[in-house]
């Protein structure tokens, strides 16, 4: 499955942006679709996972009340809403597809990525 985010950009603390990941397969029924973000010289760390059937989502400790994943099975598209955001949420965020994972968090149970997009977010 290929995969393509959008909506990154430049934001002012405390403000908003959605991501987007377009998938070129139906993934409902078939893929559980994770976000996972990377900060300049830190690991790559899950921040979200919606699972194939959409009955459970997971989130990071740290965007916990934030962040909501979502998915428009029409489109083909898994979305994360960030409220709030923070300077620490300066990174590439990438979203990535599985058919099964036993750790949401753990990149590799995850097949296929995104290239990724950049959010910086100014204090």
């Known amino acids: 499955v290929q995969l393509v985010e959008s909506g990154g950009g430049l934001v002012q603390s405390g403000g908003s942006l959605r991501l987007s990941c377009a998938a070129s397969?139906?993934?409902?029924?078939?893929?559980?679709i994770a976000w996972f973000r990377q900060a300049p010289g830190k690991e790559r760390e899950g921040v979200s996972y919606?699972?194939?059937?959409?009955?459970?989502?997971y989130y990071a400790d740290s965007v916990k009340g934030r962040f909501t994943i979502s998915r428009d099975n029409a489109k083909n598209t898994v979305y994360l809403q960030m409220n709030s955001l923070r300077p620490d949420g300066t990174a590439v965020y990438y979203c990535?597809?599985?058919?099964?994972?036993?750790?949401?968090?753990?990149?590799?149970?995850?097949?296929?990525w995104g290239q990724g997009t950049q959010v910086t977010v100014s204090s």
């Open positions: 990535a597809a599985t058919r099964g994972t036993y750790d949401w968090g753990w990149k590799d149970g995850y097949d296929s």
């Open positions: 397969v139906v993934t409902r029924d078939f893929y559980a």
């Open positions: 919606i699972s194939s059937s959409d009955a459970e989502t």
